[in-house]
Structures are given as C-alpha cells and as structure tokens.
C-alpha cells in the first residue's frame, strides 16, 4: 500500500513549508513515484520563501518484487543499483513499468522453493483451525515459565 505523508521543513531563512514524502510506495502500482525517487525528487526540495535548496532526511518503504525495503531519500546515485537489484528499475535506472515489476514479482513468487510468507501463512491457517489447542499450548507454556521461575531456574 502506498501511503503519502506531509512533513514540515524548515528553512534557514526560518520559513516553515510543507513537503509531500512518502511513507511507502507500491512500485508496481505507482512507477511514477519510483522515477521521483530515482530522479532524486524526494531528496531535496526548494524553499518556496527565498529559494535555497533543502535536503530531505527521510526514509521510504518500498514494495518491490523482492520484498519490503526501507530506502534513503538521499542521492539517487546510490539508489539506482539497490532498485535495478530489487528488479524495479533497469540498470541506467528507468522504472519498469506496472505490469512488467508485476509479471517479476509473480514470477519471484512461484519459483521459491519454500516461500516463507507462504509458509508463515499455513501455519496461520493451521493455529486458526483449533484455536483452542493453541491458547492451551500458551497457557501451558507460562505455567512452566512460573515454574522456573519461582525455583530459580529461569
């Protein structure tokens, strides 16, 4: 999910504006907000009072075919390599478009061998058959916690 955050700068001329950074981008929905990131849009800003430029500290979350990252907004340079690494950029750093980062991260999907969101999912499933099994399984568990605890031995 994407999600947009407004933060407020400041600047040195002791102006304060708005700027619009993301929190998350979901590359295969919005290549569009991958080119700002590459384009270094989210790093650095104006002010709009006397013009100097600001730099932007912050962090994205981006969904890519490879999984969730937390990226820098600093400079593109750097980013450029980790994108094209996390199959949602080419290597001179134009985004894929949605249906190509889509086709890669069903594609990523289906050849895992033991895919762990999958995996993890299962073993949801299998909790939720017999939610009472699993509560037993906790209470039991803290029960022997006391135990130990109470003889010294935890």
């Known amino acids: 999910m994407t999600i947009l955050n407004w933060i407020s700068i400041k600047c040195n001329c002791n102006y304060e504006f708005k700027f619009e950074l993301p ?3 979901t590359t295969w929905m919005y290549p569009e907000m991958v080119q700002t990131l590459v384009d270094g ?3 650095q800003t ?6 100097i430029s600001v730099i932007i500290n912050g962090a994205i979350m981006v ?5 969730i990252v937390t990226m820098p907004t600093g400079p593109p340079e750097k980013l450029i390599d980790i994108l094209h690494k ?9 985004p ?12 990523n999907m289906q050849n895992l061998d033991e895919n762990p969101l999958l995996k993890e999912q299962a073993e949801m499933n299998e909790i939720f058959k017999e939610p009472k099994k699993y509560f037993e399984k906790i209470l039991v568990g803290e029960k022997e916690k006391k135990k130990k605890k109470r003889f010294g031995l935890f």
Do not use: A, W
């Open 46 to 51: 104006s002010c709009p009072e006397c013009g």
């Open 63 to 67: 969904n890519t075919p490879k999984g």
């Open 86 to 94: 996390l199959e949602i950029v080419d290597e001179t750093g134009k």
């Open 41 to 43: 849009g989210y790093s």
């Open 23 to 25: 929190k998350s981008i």
């Open 96 to 107: 894929f478009s949605s249906q190509e980062i889509s086709n890669s991260l069903q594609n």
